[in-house]
């Protein structure tokens, strides 16, 4: 999936997509395109940005 600033792709989207396909990780150009829904990424997988990792948060097995 490429993502860039022409691409009209809710965060929901974006984390729903990740999760489904298994993502280890979202790569991303900075964190304007996610404002404060980059922390709803870690819920599906790590994101990745030039400044570095972002890593995703550990899940509960129930």
């Known amino acids: 999936m490429n993502i860039d600033h022409d691409t009209y792709m809710p965060t929901a989207l974006i984390v729903g997509a990740a ?3 298994g993502a280890s990780v979202v790569i991303a150009a ?32 129930y």
């Not at 994101?47 to 995703?56: C, E, M, T, Y």
Request: proline fraction near 6%; hydrophobic fraction near 45%; aromatic fraction near 6%.
């Open 30 to 61: 900075d964190l304007d395109r996610f404002g404060v829904g980059y922390k709803a990424v870690g819920v599906a997988c790590a994101l990745l940005l030039p400044s570095g990792l972002i890593r995703s948060k550990p899940r509960r097995a």
């Open 19 to 21: 999760a489904q396909s």
